[in-house]
């Protein structure tokens, strides 16, 4: 009996020592995780000169078509509109949209025009919750005079068309 006694105290020593040990090893961080106090770096977006999205929309209340400066932004309050660029210049399209729930733009630009980049920033998400929604950038060129078209329609991908679907329409004269 004295054995089998030294036997359990020998073994819950040993588990106690085990399981200590365990407990102060530092936690792997998940591959997507930002470690504690550590600064979280948002993505960057193109430098515009300071243009904002109000520029635009307070210009295109006054006037349907207007001519832009190179690097500035449209936005959804231009949907349905004309805007005027100079050939070989570019804007950024920006809108929103939430990925999270499957919903993304599919965007179509004319030949006329090139997508010289696209991306995606999340807005600042508030403490424990997921799937905030953001914005989607477009920097795009103008290449070719004439009457281009930017087509976007929001949709999961995966779904078929129901003809319900945001759109997102704007003629490009390039001048």
């Not at 054995?3 to 997507?32: D, H, Q, R, T, Y």
């Not at 999205?53 to 932004?73: C, H, K, L, P, R």
């Not at 090139?114 to 403490?127: K, R």
Request: charged share 20%; with cysteine.
């Amino acid at each position: 009996m004295k054995i089998m006694l030294k036997l359990i105290v020998i073994l819950s020593v040993i588990a106690a020592v085990v399981f200590a040990a365990g407990c102060a090893e530092e936690p792997e961080n998940a591959e997507n995780e930002t470690p504690a106090g550590s600064e979280q770096v948002s993505s960057v977006t193109p430098e515009t000169s300071g243009i904002t999205d109000e520029t635009v929309t307070e210009a295109n209340a006054a006037q349907s078509d207007q001519t832009i400066e190179t690097g500035q932004i449209v936005t959804e309050a231009e949907n349905g509109k004309s805007i005027r660029i100079k050939n070989g210049e570019i804007f950024i399209l920006q809108l929103r949209e939430n990925p999270s729930t499957g919903y993304s733009w599919e965007l179509n630009v004319s030949e006329g025009l090139d997508i010289l980049s696209d991306g995606y920033t999340q807005d600042q998400a508030p403490e424990g919750q997921v799937g905030v929604p953001g914005t989607h950038s477009w920097t795009i060129e103008a290449v070719s005079l004439g009457s281009q078209q930017v087509n976007g329609i929001y949709k999961r991908p995966w779904e078929n068309m129901t003809g319900t679907e945001e759109n997102f329409t704007l003629t490009v004269e390039v001048i």
